[in-house]
């Protein structure tokens, strides 16, 4: 059974970093694509990031290019995604997705002042 397991979220000042951890378990990190989707409240859910099964390719969402980077540790089975320069839009609750119908519980984020 493939599960995934998030953290990393927290409230952070504009312009500061984060970093969201997606621990995976029952599969091989890279055997499926895998990123991640953001919920803002009153919107629909997007992708931020994710990338190819077999680690080959990566995408992110036009917003978050340049801020937001993809890193993997294979060895914990876990992907990061490291958010820098956050803006107060990024605020929305963050979830890791594998092969498109796996899912974490999720990780608030919140970029406020």
């Known amino acids: 059974q493939v599960q995934l397991v998030e953290s990393g979220g927290g409230l952070v000042q504009p312009g500061g970093s984060l970093r969201l951890s997606c621990t995976v378990s029952?599969?091989?990190?890279?055997?499926?694509?895998i990123g991640w989707f953001r919920q803002a409240p009153g919107k629909e859910r997007e992708v931020v990031s994710c990338?190819?099964?077999?680690?080959?390719?990566?995408y992110f969402e036009d917003s978050v290019k340049g801020r937001f980077t993809l890193s993997s540790d294979n060895a914990r089975n876990t992907l990061y995604l490291q958010m820098n320069s956050l803006k107060p839009e990024d605020t929305a609750v963050y979830y890791c997705?594998?092969?498109?119908?796996?899912w974490g519980q999720g990780t608030q984020v919140t970029v406020s002042s």
């Open positions: 997705n594998a092969a498109g119908t796996h």
């Open positions: 029952g599969v091989t990190l890279h055997y499926y694509a």
């Open positions: 990338i190819s099964k077999d680690d080959i390719a990566t």
